[in-house]
């Protein structure tokens, strides 16, 4: 059991009567006074009064802690082979930290029953405890610096006399102590400065804007021996805050408001905020952590604030290792960002620039038309793909040339341009003119223009050349009937496949509902207007597809998909199309309705089937079409949209192809009007979302239960079916006209039912 000390006051020397034994104790503190002035470093002295404090009252080990003030932790450091390594724990945990934080002496007999040793620490080093002395490690004013444990008397038991000697060895050595800890903690505080130094010209050397972001927060991270830091950037167009790294984590950029949550405060109000306990913290969102699965326990974030006192961003630091952050940590993170500020701005005005060089490389080699530019030298210093494909030119083979010697022959002529322009200073633009490259004559559109820097200085002339050409022109008519890659594959195939030939496409049908009501009500331009807008989102989904757009025929559009050009997937395009248009539909709706505007609904019916395709029509007017029964099929299943209360309605030739997954009914088996086979055909519900058909899953269920009980003429068991799918959706207009179906046929009674429905409309 802890015995505390009753009597501190008491003179060690007249604790015992014996003038040996006071001589002996007299000697072992002059001995440890004479240590202690032998040594410079605090490690050596610790080993040393450890090791002395042992022998003299016969222990198995001893380990002297002193106080961390800014950490409020108790330190102690031991070897390991030829490395020190420090021991850490909060100044009022186990034993040690109890005698340290009340000022008293303990001798606990038998760990096992005292309520404040730490059995984890011996499961940890294997190594068992059985008894105590802790003393605190007072200086001679009283102030307690730390305290030293001594561990496993070897015979007998501790006493008092123990306790005394330990204190008085320690107060002996206290101000020996607490001098090298604070001579340590100078030589710490020195050599971080100068690391401090010698890291931020070192990082503000980097100019790359992602790699120095990255290495600002590894610095940021070890320097406040944390766990991970992020730096965030204010993006001033967005008003977003940004980080390209987020050190610990694998995403690539973040971005949020830079007024939301703990870095939005800070940049807001350029004040720090530091966070010991996240989670006992109500500005603190656990929302990240759930995600990522990391734990944040201590938070510090402070502003990065530039020369002239803007706010450029911030630094978040998480997780102290070993505790909360100090003030000490706020300070040198503050330092540290304001030193940086400036290489922060340098590297983002270098990166503003180089992606304003790369964006404008890019908008020159994503041109159709060629450019090349001149410097004022006549010398040929650049040219984009579409000038070297124009000019049928290797790079090597024009950049760096003479222009007299590049543009010689055939296009001299353009010599004598360039030279007006460099003369006048003014731009020219030649129309339709001839230019020859690898014996090809070409038709091209050219324009010379001057190249000046913002002083009006002459830097040189820039050309730009248009191919105007027959091929070009043909491409361009094309394009606006099909996606452009086709119209590149249709020019590469020629007439084969204008000629006409079998193929299997699937055919697209779509009609607008109500449209003559629509037009008698916006007359004749607003109707011109509106089918411009709606065509021109209607198409793109199409192109976006690989469809090639057939036909305009009034509101209708016709399209195909697998001619000219044939995918190993058409169907699925065809479908993925028919969902797109839905969609573009709808969101186009909410503009429309927000204007005052009706709402516009539309039907989609899709073939698959062999066509006959090619160039059809007279000498003066040809049209590239498609043309057979499987296309008629298409333009009917549009129409039966209506009958079926769908938007999309597909045929079970299509269905039989797909290889996507997708959400579809089978609605019925029909013949429709002039053919006497049936057909199969589905509903394509991917459109929809949970708000305009609710349970769809199980709705669809119990449809398609109807549709079973309904081909086998059950009509109550369908007409129940159907019910229960409308209870799950009342809005399932297809389910209501089943059950006004089966009502009708139960009276009629067929004796020849088939199942088969029979159209008697297109």
């Known amino acids: 059991?802890?015995?505390?000390?009753?009597?501190?006051?008491?003179?060690?020397?007249?604790?015992?009567?014996?003038?040996?034994?006071?001589?002996?104790?007299?000697?072992?503190?002059?001995?440890?006074?004479?240590?202690?002035?032998?040594?410079?470093?605090?490690?050596?002295?610790?080993?040393?009064?450890?090791?002395?404090?042992?022998?003299?009252?016969?222990?198995?080990?001893?380990?002297?802690?002193?106080?961390?003030?800014?950490?409020?932790?108790?330190?102690?450091?031991?070897?390991?082979?030829?490395?020190?390594?420090?021991?850490r724990i909060l100044n009022n945990s186990g034993i040690v930290g109890?005698?340290?934080?009340?000022?008293?002496?303990?001798?606990?007999?038998?760990?096992?029953?005292?309520?404040?040793?730490?059995?984890?620490?011996?499961?940890?080093?294997?190594?068992?405890?059985?008894?105590?002395?802790?003393?605190?490690?007072?200086?001679?004013?009283?102030?307690?610096?730390?305290?030293?444990?001594?561990?496993?008397?070897?015979?007998?038991?501790?006493?008092?006399?123990?306790?005394?000697?330990?204190?008085?060895?320690?107060?002996?050595?206290?101000?020996?102590?607490?001098?090298?800890?604070?001579?340590?903690?100078?030589?710490?505080?020195?050599?971080?400065?100068?690391?401090?130094?010698?890291?931020?010209?070192?990082?503000?050397?980097?100019?790359?804007?992602?790699?120095?972001?990255?290495?600002?927060?590894?610095?940021?991270?070890?320097?406040?021996?944390?766990?991970?830091?992020t730096l965030f950037l204010n993006d001033k167009k967005t008003e977003e805050l940004w980080s390209e790294v987020g050190e610990g984590l694998n995403s690539s950029e973040i971005r949020f408001p830079n007024n939301i949550g703990i870095a939005g405060m800070v940049f807001s109000t350029a004040a720090s905020i530091n966070i010991p306990y996240a989670y006992a913290d109500m500005r603190f969102n656990p929302a990240f952590d759930k995600q990522t699965g990391f734990f944040t326990r201590s938070i510090l974030c402070v502003p990065v604030i530039n020369k002239s006192g803007e706010v450029i961003g911030v630094t978040q630091v998480l997780n102290k290792i070993g505790g909360p952050f100090t003030a000490e940590d706020e300070s040198r993170l503050k330092a540290f960002t304001s030193q940086i500020s400036i290489g922060l701005e340098n590297a983002k005005l270098f990166n503003d620039v180089q992606n304003m060089k790369n964006y404008n490389e890019s908008m020159l080699e994503s041109m159709s038309n060629g450019v090349v530019t001149i410097n004022e030298n006549g010398k040929i210093i650049t040219c984009n793909s579409a000038g070297l494909n124009i000019m049928r030119v290797e790079l090597p083979n024009i950049i760096g040339c003479e222009m007299e010697e590049f543009f010689c022959g055939k296009n001299e002529w353009l010599i004598e341009k360039i030279k007006r322009v460099e003369e006048t200073q003014k731009s020219e633009i030649f129309m339709d003119a001839e230019m020859a490259f690898s014996d090809t004559v070409l038709s091209v559109n050219l324009t010379v223009l001057p190249l000046v820097d913002t002083e009006k200085n002459a830097l040189g002339t820039m050309i730009l050349i248009?191919?105007?050409?027959?091929?070009?022109r043909m491409k361009s008519t094309m394009s606006r009937y099909m996606d452009p890659g086709i119209a590149e594959q249709l020019m590469q195939d020629g007439d084969d496949i204008l000629g006409g030939v079998n193929a299997l496409a699937t055919v697209l049908f779509s009609d607008i509902r109500g449209f003559t009501t629509i037009t008698e009500k916006?007359?004749?331009?607003?109707?011109?207007?509106?089918?411009?807008?709606?065509?021109?989102?209607?198409?793109?989904?199409?192109?976006?597809?690989?469809g090639m757009l057939d036909k305009f025929i009034?509101?209708?559009?016709?399209?195909?998909?697998?001619?000219p050009v044939l995918h190993d997937d058409d169907e699925d395009r065809a479908v993925r199309a028919a969902i797109g248009m839905i969609n573009a539909l709808l969101e186009w709706n909410k503009g429309r309705i927000s204007k005052g505007q009706p709402a516009i609904d539309m039907g989609i019916g899709l073939n698959t089937d062999i066509v006959v395709s090619g160039n059809i029509g007279s000498p003066k007017r040809m049209d590239y079409t498609v043309i057979g029964d499987g296309v008629n099929l298409a333009a009917r299943l549009e129409s039966a949209c209506k009958q079926y209360s769908a938007r999309i309605i597909i045929s079970a030739n299509t269905v039989k192809k797909l290889k996507g997954t997708y959400r579809i009914r089978n609605i019925d088996d029909v013949v429709v009007k002039g053919k006497t086979e049936p057909v199969g055909i589905y509903e394509v519900l991917d459109y929809h979302t949970d708000a305009t058909f609710p349970n769809l899953m199980e709705a669809v269920n119990y449809f398609n239960e109807g549709r079973k009980?309904?081909?086998?003429?059950?009509?109550?068991?369908?007409?129940?079916?159907?019910?229960?799918?409308?209870?799950?959706?009342?809005?399932?207009?297809?389910?209501?006209?089943?059950?006004?179906?089966?009502?009708l046929l139960k009276k009629d009674a067929p004796k020849d039912w088939d199942g088969i429905w029979k159209m008697t409309s297109k």
Not at 116 to 133: A, E, I, N, P, W
Not at 712 to 730: I, V, Y
Request: with cysteine; proline share 1%.
């Open 1 to 87: 059991m802890p015995m505390p000390d009753k009597n501190k006051s008491k003179n060690f020397f007249n604790l015992s009567g014996n003038e040996n034994e006071q001589l002996r104790q007299m000697t072992t503190l002059l001995n440890v006074s004479r240590q202690m002035a032998g040594f410079e470093l605090l490690d050596n002295m610790l080993k040393v009064l450890v090791e002395m404090a042992a022998t003299e009252v016969g222990a198995d080990r001893a380990t002297l802690f002193l106080n961390d003030e800014a950490t409020g932790e108790l330190y102690s450091r031991v070897a390991r082979g030829n490395l020190q390594q420090e021991i």
């Open 98 to 229: 109890n005698v340290f934080t009340n000022n008293t002496r303990v001798i606990v007999h038998d760990t096992k029953n005292d309520k404040h040793f730490d059995r984890t620490v011996d499961k940890q080093t294997g190594y068992q405890t059985k008894s105590v002395l802790c003393v605190p490690v007072r200086t001679v004013g009283g102030e307690v610096i730390g305290a030293i444990q001594i561990l496993n008397k070897l015979k007998g038991r501790f006493t008092k006399k123990d306790l005394d000697i330990i204190e008085a060895m320690s107060t002996q050595a206290a101000l020996a102590l607490k001098n090298a800890q604070q001579i340590e903690g100078m030589k710490r505080s020195h050599d971080k400065e100068m690391e401090f130094i010698d890291l931020v010209s070192e990082v503000t050397s980097e100019i790359n804007l992602t790699v120095l972001i990255k290495r600002v927060m590894s610095e940021a991270t070890r320097l406040l021996r944390a766990e991970r830091s």
């Open 466 to 472: 248009e191919d105007i050409s027959v091929e070009k």
């Open 522 to 546: 916006l007359g004749a331009q607003g109707t011109v207007a509106f089918l411009n807008e709606y065509f021109t989102l209607m198409v793109e989904c199409i192109s976006r597809e690989g």
């Open 554 to 563: 009034g509101d209708a559009i016709m399209a195909a998909f697998g001619i």
């Open 709 to 743: 009980n309904y081909s086998s003429g059950k009509w109550d068991k369908a007409t129940e079916n159907f019910k229960r799918a409308l209870q799950l959706n009342p809005g399932d207009r297809l389910s209501g006209t089943y059950v006004e179906r089966c009502a």
